[in-house]
């Protein structure tokens, strides 16, 4: 137990070193002063807007995990749907992928849910969210190579993406695995275990990839989070030039970057992915740096607040819902 948290801890330190020297990166050959006075020029009315649509984003999120939660026999309030959500994002922030455990712990405490039903549950909506950003990066690619308009083409690489063997490595690994769990599923599934109930809630919440009102909330928060970027944009007159779809590239870097499992909303990485996207569309670097802690900023500033009204509501209603 003691050297499993030692290796924990490392491997945390680690993450929080490549962060610094990603940041770093980021601001190498930055004039400070340059730096400092683009971010005072900017109009930051777009913020108002920005924080409704974060709002409006966490509510279909809420009302999405609801819907999955229902195929599994879950009933979950809506404020405690959404202090395990808006909790689990600021855990996250600070230690990544750890959310997704706080939030399957929450919903046993508040509602009674089994921890088969909270994490495949939790497990389907990183395969919706994941499948989501695949389709996307399959559309960017698509336009950028008909329109010769290339930026995320020419950093993936996909003809050497391909010949990676890492990817090919981690494809067959996943394979296998699969292979063994339906072997295991096929084996036990006449008893009463945890795999097997997990598998089973998997199954039911396949229908919902058909369900109109699951597909419609995806791409009501796939559209909030292009739009979270986009009217960032218009804070500065350079950025406000930049096409929706160059803003739709930015916006799919920056996701990208932000699921890797570094701490502090992927801090680093996320600035140094915004940097090389906003140069590489003609954006002085100072400015580009600049949009890059403000997009970063603003969320890390909402998810705190959520996470706090979060914490606020499970403390006053500890009487009522939680055991």
Known sequence: MFKSKIFV??????????SIVLLKLSFNKIDVNSFYNTLIDGNYWVALWVFIISILAYVSRIYRWNIILKKVNANIGFMNNFSAIAIGYLVSYIFPRGGEVVKCMLLKKTDNVSISQSVSSTFFERIVDLLCLVILLVFVFGIEFTSNNYLITNLVNPSQFIKNYRIWAVIVVGITIAIIGFVIYNKFKTKDSWLVGFINNLKDML???VNLRFSLHTIFIWLSYYLMTYLWFFVFESTSN??????FQIMMIGTVARSLPLPGGAIGAYHLAIVFGLTAMGIDKELALGMSFIIHGFQTLFTVFAGFVGIVWLFINKTYRIR
């Open 242 to 247: 930049l096409s929706p779809f160059q803003a």
């Open 207 to 209: 229908s919902l990839l």
């Open 9 to 18: 801890g490392f491997q945390y330190l680690i993450f929080i070193i490549i």
